[in-house]
T-cell receptor, first 115, second 115 residues
Framework: GAGVSQTPSNKVTEKGKYVELRCDPI?????LYWYRQSLGQGPEFLIY????????DSGLPNDRFFAVRPEGSVSTLKIQRTERGDSAVYLC?????????????FGEGSRLTVL | AQSVAQPEDQVNVAEGNPLTVKCTYS??????LFWYVQYPNRGLQFLLK??????LVKGSYGFEAEFNKSQTSFHLKKPSALVSDSALYFC?????????????FGTGTRLLVSP
């Protein structure tokens, strides 16, 4: 596709449930990022993939959060035993392989609401 | 750690007047700085970046930013504001501690342009 695609755009779930959020990056982009944005805040880094491997997962808040990118393209962010504090917009971004100068291209986000 | 600060939560300006959205940075080494805009319920859109070279960087939608090394600032400017410029603006810096891969964002500044 032309841009970064994220599904679902909205997800409402109950506390304790499992959630998967999908990201389809721009074709050919090797780098993929997940960010989380709470209301009124700037995006907060979660995890970065270079190809299939998670090069930096230092932003994942705890072991309930996990992300995969098995074929180096589509990525899935997985959240187990969701909590109300997980409610946020989850943003995915991709970029080409220019670690210093390349800008990130963002999707429109997946809004997660945990009741 | 690398960081950016956006001292103003909100900036108000009348249509046709010049606008400035402020950003200061704290980095060890050379800064790689970015501005993004976020419209309601949308993802972040890249506006411009400073990597090296001219201190005045021109970007999308008539925006420009001035890099000032002595003041460690990277303020976003536009000579004549439009009502459609009303949005949330984020300054960001590449995190050299992690090999430049992730962007670290500021808290954002809401720009309101009145007719």
């Amino acid at each position: 596709g032309a841009g970064v695609s994220q599904t679902p755009s909205n997800k409402v779930t109950e506390k304790g449930k499992y959630v998967e959020l999908r990201c389809d990056p721009i074709s050919g982009h090797t780098a993929l990022y997940w960010y989380r944005q709470s209301l009124g805040q700037g995006p907060e880094f979660l995890i970065y993939f270079q190809g299939t491997g998670a090069a930096d997962d230092s932003g994942l808040p705890n072991d309930r959060f996990f992300a995969v990118r098995p074929e180096g393209s589509v990525s899935t962010l997985k959240i187990q035993r969701t909590e109300r504090g997980d409610s946020a917009v989850y943003l995915c971004a991709s970029s080409d392989d220019r670690p210093k100068t390349g800008e990130l291209f963002f999707g429109e986000g997946s809004r997660l609401t945990v009741l | 750690a690398q960081s950016v600060a956006q001292p103003e939560d909100q900036v108000n300006v009348a249509e046709g007047n010049p606008l400035t959205v402020k950003c200061t940075y704290s980095v060890s080494g050379n800064p790689y700085l970015f501005w993004y805009v976020q419209y309601p319920n949308r993802g972040l859109q890249f506006l411009l970046k400073y990597i090296t070279g001219d201190n005045l960087v021109k970007g999308s939608y008539g925006f420009e930013a001035e890099f000032n090394k002595s003041q460690t600032s990277f303020h976003l400017k536009k000579p004549s504001a439009l009502v459609s410029d009303s949005a949330l603006y984020f300054c960001a810096v590449r995190d050299i501690d992690t090999g430049f891969q992730k962007l670290v964002f500021g808290t954002g500044t809401r720009l309101l342009v009145s007719p």
